[in-house]
């Protein structure tokens, strides 16, 4: 029998540049003309929100932001290394990456002999370790894995796709980002990878590139995408895996990778800021080990609060759901001005 580790992290892109830039995205937004005037200056921001900008535009905020998640990316390697898991399996989005116009699946198993990028060959500014445009990462993937999961969904009647190469791009951020921050002291990541993309952004996708884009040209109506794959779908599918999983030789750690409410995505908040109050409901029911309260949370309420993302955890939950599991950590990093509230969790065996 298998053994199975659950892991839930954050891909959050700004973590890889200068404390300076993690506010990139609202000073952005701010520059936005739709944005109405009463909320272009931080006395028209909720209290919360303004305490955190500070006298010196977040930047003090930035710096206990990163140590706060750099915090739960060191004890969430530190939980992998101690379980040694023969792969991993990562949830993740793609932002219009891989998949382009030509194809958008619902989910696709990327089982790949091997996955090489050059993260910061177009990054835009300096990367927090300094490393060089021309470095190249190397990660092994699991083609034998990757195949016995897909076999194992299709034959439990979910119907997955996979990939043995990649399409338009070597690895989408939401994969890339995680190994980055798993290996955020540089030891290396010795453990095989499958990714395991959700299209979590769904209407937006391709409308919107699933990326940020201001108010002025936020996609609405006909303008939209068809649908991500329901919650409970999400929710179902990782119950599946957990079963295909669990009944491997493998030790394996299943981790979801996202950040939850995005301001970019929220347009009730003029897309400044993130929906706390929608973030902090669905912690208490993670911390509460209320699974039932994820897998009912309808994909309108998912929309109206900007958390496509949580589409990834939804996939942790039925799996932890399945294996009996509650969470034996929880973290949980709120903000206001830095785009996106974060969770880091772990289900030990």
């Known amino acids: 029998m298998g053994q199975i580790l659950g892991l839930g992290v954050t891909h959050f892109p700004p973590l890889s540049g200068p404390d300076q830039n993690l506010g990139r995205i609202l000073k952005r937004a701010l520059e936005d003309p739709a944005v109405p005037e009463t909320l272009r200056h931080p006395e028209g921001w909720p209290a919360a929100m303004r305490e955190e900008y500070g006298a010196d535009a ?15 990316f060191r004890n969430a390697r530190r939980l992998l290394d101690e379980f040694a898991p023969d792969f991993v399996v990562i949830w993740g989005d793609d932002q219009y990456e891989n998949f382009k116009e030509d194809v958008i699946p619902p989910f696709c198993v990327l089982a790949y002999e091997s996955l090489t990028t050059k993260p910061w060959e177009y990054y835009r500014g300096p990367n927090t370790w300094n490393e060089p445009a021309d470095k190249t990462f190397y990660y092994k993937g699991h083609p034998g894995a990757g195949k016995y999961i897909a076999t194992g969904m299709l034959e439990a009647g979910f119907d997955v796709s996979y990939a043995y190469k990649p399409l338009h791009h070597d690895l989408g951020h ?17 453990y095989p990878v499958v990714p395991f993309q959700v299209n979590c952004y769904g209407r937006r996708v391709v409308a919107q590139q699933a990326g940020s884009r201001g108010l002025s040209e936020f996609p609405s109506g006909d303008e ?12 179902d599918l990782g119950a599946a895996c957990a079963r295909v999983v669990e009944k491997s030789p493998w030790r394996v750690a299943l981790i979801a990778s996202s950040s939850w409410s995005h301001a970019f995505l929220t347009p009730k908040h003029h897309l400044l800021f993130p929906d706390v109050d929608a973030d902090r409901s669905l912690y208490d029911a993670l911390q509460a080990g209320d699974y039932k309260a994820w897998r009912e949370r309808p994909l309108s309420a998912i929309e109206d609060s900007g958390q496509q993302e949580v589409l990834n955890w939804m996939c942790l939950m039925g799996a932890m759901k399945e294996l009996g599991r509650r969470p034996t950590e929880t973290s949980y990093v709120q903000s206001y001005i830095f785009n996106s509230n974060k969770c880091f969790a772990a289900f030990e065996p």
């Open 58 to 72: 977040g930047l003090t905020s930035a710096r206990h932001h990163r140590e706060a998640l750099v915090a739960g």
């Open 174 to 190: 939401a994969f890339l980002n995680t190994l980055l921050f798993l290996d955020y002291d540089r030891q290396g990541f010795p």
């Open 224 to 235: 939209l995408d068809p649908p991500s794959p329901a919650p409970w779908r999400c929710f």
